[in-house]
């Protein structure tokens, strides 16, 4: 069974906050939700993401029940949030020790306020060397609809690899049934990388 996020950071000295250039990335906090909220009710934001948020406090109770969110702040400002799911690998045979806590499925979103500026990339970028150099995982994924064209340039912009589309795998809130991408990373690119 996999680790949860912030338990394992502290087990491999990942230390929160963590600093970009321009951002800094925090555990996700109830006092986070008024902000994050008002971004991620807007139809240009959930229109790519995993579903609506129904009101402010069940974006909060699931951010929270999930533990794998991340608050970004330019300065003083919530701009995004970041997903970061650790996940053990899928062993032959079952669980094996060397597949726990072996992947990572990360993601984002920005607030379309803040668009256009390169905090998508800059944030994806500090969720891989997360992942990567601090958690030490061996593969990172990146998934979402394949028509989510911002998105797809993020993941090529930071080096995540094209790796599959599946057609009409799945059925979105208004649009019926679209085709999705997963985009993915090894450490050993990771770290030819630098």
């Known amino acids: 069974m996999s680790t949860p996020l912030f338990e394992l950071a502290a087990r491999r000295g990942v230390a929160f906050p963590v600093h970009t250039e321009r951002l800094s990335l925090t555990p996700f906090t109830a006092e986070d939700t008024d902000a994050v909220w008002r971004f991620n009710r807007r139809e240009e934001?959930?229109?790519?993401?995993?579903?609506?948020?129904?009101?402010?406090?069940?974006?909060?109770?699931?951010?929270?029940?999930?533990?794998?969110?991340?608050?970004?702040?330019?300065?003083?400002?919530?701009?995004g949030v970041g997903k970061l799911q650790v996940l053990d690998a899928w062993s032959q045979g079952g669980p094996r020790a060397e597949g726990q806590d072996a992947l990572a499925e990360i993601g984002w979103t920005i607030d379309p306020d803040r668009a256009g500026q390169g905090y998508g990339?800059?944030?994806?970028?500090?969720?891989?060397?997360?992942?990567?150099?601090?958690?030490?995982?061996?593969?990172?994924?990146?998934?979402?609809?394949?028509?989510?064209?911002?998105?797809?340039?993020?993941?090529?912009?930071?080096?995540?690899?094209?790796?599959?589309?599946?057609?009409?795998?799945?059925?979105?809130?208004?649009?019926?049934?679209?085709?999705?991408?997963?985009?993915?990373?090894?450490?050993?690119?990771?770290?030819?990388?630098?």
Not at 56 to 68: F, T, V
Request: hydrophobic letters at 40%.
């Open 45 to 79: 934001v959930w229109t790519w993401t995993s579903g609506r948020p129904g009101s402010a406090e069940q974006l909060c109770e699931d951010y929270l029940a999930a533990g794998n969110r991340l608050t970004v702040q330019a300065g003083e400002t919530i701009v």
């Open 121 to 194: 990339t800059e944030l994806a970028g500090a969720l891989l060397e997360i992942a990567f150099t601090g958690l030490g995982v061996r593969r990172v994924e990146a998934h979402a609809f394949a028509d989510n064209a911002a998105s797809r340039r993020v993941m090529e912009k930071v080096g995540l690899r094209h790796e599959a589309t599946f057609r009409e795998e799945s059925l979105h809130l208004s649009r019926g049934w679209i085709d999705g991408v997963t985009y993915a990373m090894l450490a050993s690119e990771h770290r030819g990388r630098g």
